[in-house]
């Protein structure tokens, strides 16, 4: 069983309880502009480049089959519609100002990282957390991955949208310890027209892992002029306070650090010029939420 993951990170403090192995699945079915991990959102490997580290040796030049890369002068230019993202040049790149986003790899190359971490899970409480992209994007690989970390005792938990067939959901979250999903927006249309899917999908999808027990984490990313305001997060919070399974509802304050990996896949980043939101406006935002009688953290 072979799937494409962006990236393994160890020592995860934010993706569930306790210490845990976070593991990156690429492609995500969703469109949100603000997302802050955009080399995850493609289904195929993808070519990121951060012109600050390179050092115009030139081998990218040579080693690229396709003529994708120039130097002009000490300026390196990627020619993107020529680029295939085969990977090449980012093996010869001594600097890493070229690496490649997504890496096919078996479930026995996940678990032996996974593995390397156990006595943390053990004494932390934590253990390995599925996400993305969209975990539910590669559902046949992640449940192959559940399946081989709940043989060896590890817990699991998974980050997603729930923006597929109920069925899928369901055979995901059954074998999970914890799902943390996200509700972005609750107005429908708003929904549609951010994130390029259907408000219904993720509310039904919830309400079914609340009727089968699943523990659950309702979340929102607080973006600025987006998802920030004070009745989308209150009718958010009303609809988590209805799930019986649910442990907690938290606000994500924006993260402005993906603008650098926008620019490192030649993407357009509408939120470049964003700030994360104020202490006061969480406090306030917080405050909202807790009066659906709901706990309530602020990350």
């Known amino acids: 069983m072979h799937g494409l993951v962006t990236e393994i990170q160890r020592f995860s403090l934010h993706d569930g309880p306790g210490i845990r192995t976070t593991v990156f699945l690429k492609g995500c079915n969703m469109q949100c502009g ?6 995850t959102i493609s289904a195929r490997p993808s070519l990121c480049y951060y012109p600050d580290r390179c050092i115009g040796c030139g081998r990218c030049v040579l080693a690229c089959p396709h003529q994708a890369h120039q130097m002009k002068g000490t300026l390196h230019v990627i020619d993107r519609s020529l680029c295939r993202a085969c990977g090449r040049c980012a093996a010869v790149c ?33 253990g390995v957390t599925l996400s993305g992209g969209e975990v539910l994007c590669q559902p046949a690989f992640a449940r192959a991955l559940i399946e081989a970390c709940c043989a060896e005792g590890f817990a699991v938990a998974l980050e997603t949208n729930l923006n597929a067939p109920p069925a899928v959901v369901a055979d995901l979250a059954q074998k999970a310890d914890l799902v943390m999903f996200d509700i972005k ?17 993720v509310l039904e999808n919830a309400r079914m892992l609340a009727d089968m027990g699943i523990s659950l984490i309702v979340r929102t990313p607080l973006i600025p002029g987006v998802t920030d305001q004070a009745e989308n997060v209150a009718g958010i919070a009303a609809f988590a306070a ?44 917080k405050a909202v939420a807790e009066a659906a009688g709901i706990t309530v953290k602020v990350n």
């Open 34 to 39: 603000w997302c802050h991990n955009p080399e």
């Open 94 to 126: 001594p600097t890493e100002a070229l690496l490649m986003a997504g890496t096919v790899m078996t479930v026995d190359e996940v678990m032996r990282e996974v593995r390397q971490d156990r006595v943390y899970y053990d004494e932390s409480g934590g």
């Open 185 to 201: 927006l609750i107005d429908h249309g708003a929904h549609h027209k951010e994130t390029g899917a259907e408000l219904t999908t």
């Open 242 to 285: 209805k799930l019986a399974s649910v442990r907690y509802y938290e606000l994500l304050n924006f993260n402005p650090l993906g603008a650098s990996k926008y620019a490192s896949l030649d993407l357009p980043y509408a939120f470049k010029d964003s700030r994360p939101l104020s202490p006061g406006k969480l406090s306030h935002l």
